[in-house]
């Protein structure tokens, strides 16, 4: 049972290249609200609709992906749901069949009904917006006679889409994570300074580490990473004033918070951005899927 109305917008295409030649596309669509992926297939001259009402939807536990058969002939492929352990339904020709298990490592076992074919396995999710030799199953570097610029995918993506964002948009991320490492590093220091105080030891001592994992953790631009480490440096900030009531103002606890301070508000910015980031991140390729 879903638990939620998927809502569903274009992602990116894989692009299957032979020998230089474009065989098909596999077009790739995410929901905003959850992690499900949904693929449809695409092949030059194929017009006909699909027999089934909307995008179809995968199995759990299963990944989409690309069954390849090579002949002497020529290659084919047919848009699969694999996952380790499964076996596939495959002909290789309209007079054969056979079934191909998948691997642990989504690759085709080696087996006694393995067809006159050679097959292999190409996981979508590896391959979004990048054009993907069948025959070696790596990014495709070379020409296509669709688009004879190198690597690039024969269909048209946008310079910002769903799966790629600027690397430079992180610079305040990269920024609050120096300072939240720094802070934490101050924070050990002065637990050093409290060992005849075995409580401001432990809390700042735990502080310290959870603002450094903090900083470590934000230089992936996640929302949860950036939601631990405001609320570790506002808590640090907090236990420090405490300690300051209770035992004291030095210079070395000033200068602390200033530091801190200065943490707060660099990791309420980055948590601003994370949240701005992904509620951005779909555009422009903003399209909801009908069908």
């Known amino acids: 049972m879903e638990l939620h109305q998927h809502d569903v917008v274009y992602f990116g295409v894989v692009n299957l290249i032979d020998n230089g030649y474009v065989m098909g596309s596999i077009d790739v669509w995410k929901c905003r609200s959850c992690p499900q992926t949904f693929c449809e297939d695409k092949r030059f001259g194929m017009t006909d609709l699909a027999p089934e009402v909307g995008l179809p939807k995968i199995e759990p536990g299963s990944k989409w992906a690309a069954l390849i058969c090579t002949r002497n002939t020529g290659s084919n ?133 959870a603002v450094i994992a903090s900083g470590i953790f934000l230089q992936r631009p996640k929302l949860w990473p950036a939601t631990l480490g405001l609320v570790a440096v506002a808590t640090a900030f907090a236990a420090q004033l405490w300690i300051q009531f209770t035992t004291g103002l030095t210079a070395s606890e000033t200068a602390l918070d200033i530091l801190l301070v200065a943490a707060v508000v660099a990791g309420w910015l980055s948590w601003s951005r994370v949240r701005s980031l992904r509620a951005k991140q779909w555009h422009p390729l903003d399209m909801p899927a009908y069908g």
Not at 124 to 142: M, R
Not at 161 to 186: D, E, H, K, M, W
């Open 77 to 209: 492929w047919t848009l699969i749901q694999a996952k380790p352990g499964n076996m596939i339904q495959h002909s290789c020709t309209t007079d054969t069949k056979l079934e191909l298990k998948v691997g642990s490592d989504y690759s085709i076992e080696a087996g006694p009904a393995s067809g006159i074919g050679q097959h292999r396995i190409i996981l979508v999710e590896n391959f979004v917006n990048a054009p993907v030799d069948v025959i070696t199953g790596k990014k495709h570097l070379g020409t296509t006679n669709a688009n004879q610029a190198l690597g690039k995918p024969f269909s048209f993506t946008p310079p910002l889409s769903a799966a790629i964002i600027q690397p430079s948009r992180y610079n305040v991320l990269n920024l609050t994570s120096i300072l939240f490492i720094v802070s934490g590093v101050s924070l050990g220091l002065q637990a050093s300074f409290s060992l005849a105080n075995p409580t401001v030891l432990g809390v700042l001592a735990i502080l310290a580490v």
